[in-house]
């Protein structure tokens, strides 16, 4: 048995939309901020994040739950299975795989039957090689094993090898890093501002002060969010242009493009920071 999220067409459309917005959208705003001609106004700058970031992901997150399931894969064929679905697909009538051209909102594929009709559900998985490599040998679906070579799910199970990102690895990137450059800035304006370190605390009170420090933090954490979006886009394009133009490197690009990413963002949060000083 092999978790699987099963999806319809018009489900599948509505996940990839939201999914491909909620990650287009940060690239774009690092675009906006950099040629904007007025200051950033931090409540309308969160607006934009919760609205064509965080919500869209969210709505593609509660579909891919709301269509988990199982693929169960033996001699006699497969089956798919979620709530209010069970379909069986006997061996012999599975004529071909069809691996999804783009992975959105993640690889997948679809199986077509000897009378040539594409089944109206398919299979997403955050590695599907183990369900492919299932039919190919357990259920004798030759053509399971020809797409295991198909570049999106290459792709995916080079993806799948560099390891997933927990809740906590993101906390840690994001929030908690953030804190130094925030503690900077924030320190920085209120010199700037009010005199000393906490100019704001005696001039305005705890509330005021707290307040202005916790905007500082979220901007940055988002900031942060930003500037990891800017490599994470020519990442995944590499690793995914290497799935088709070099397969057996694309385990090798996967983990270079993912240390890339960790050295230019690290390295490049504290690089702005100096530099904005410098400037």
């Known amino acids: 048995m092999q978790p699987v999220h099963v999806y319809s067409r018009p489900w599948r459309l509505v996940a990839a939309s939201l999914f491909a917005l909620s990650r287009a959208n940060l690239p774009a705003m ?9 200051p950033i106004n ?32 033996d001699a006699r064929g497969a089956r798919l299975a979620r709530a209010g679905l069970e379909l069986d697909v006997p061996a012999s009538a599975i004529a071909a795989v069809r691996p999804w051209r783009v992975p959105l909102p993640g690889p997948g594929f679809a199986l077509v039957t000897t009378s040539d009709r594409r089944l109206p559900y398919a299979v997403q998985a955050r590695d599907p090689v183990p369900a492919l490599v299932a039919l190919a040998d357990v259920g004798g679906v030759e053509a399971a094993r020809t797409a295991l070579g198909h570049p999106t799910i290459v792709y995916a199970g080079a993806k799948a090898a560099a390891g ?14 953030a804190l130094a450059p925030a503690a900077v800035l924030f320190r920085v304006h209120q010199h700037i501002a009010y005199g000393g370190t906490f100019g704001e605390y005696y001039l305005l009170g705890l509330s005021a002060f707290l307040q202005t420090a916790a905007i500082y933090w979220v901007t940055t954490t988002i900031y942060c969010v930003l500037w990891a979006s800017v490599w994470r886009g020519p990442a995944e394009g590499a ?41």
């Open 30 to 38: 690092v675009f906006a901020i950099v040629f904007s001609q007025v």
């Open 239 to 279: 690793s995914l242009l290497a799935a088709y133009v070099a397969p057996s490197h694309a385990a090798r690009v996967r983990r270079a493009a993912e240390i890339a990413c960790r050295v230019l963002y690290y390295a490049g949060v504290p690089a702005l920071v100096a530099l904005r000083f410098a400037s």
């Open 164 to 177: 997933a990102w927990r809740w906590r690895d993101l906390a840690l990137k994001f929030p908690v890093f």
């Open 42 to 73: 931090p409540p309308a700058f969160y607006r934009t994040v919760v609205v064509f970031s965080l919500l869209p992901a969210l709505g593609a997150s509660t579909i891919a739950r709301a269509l988990r399931g199982v693929l169960t894969v």
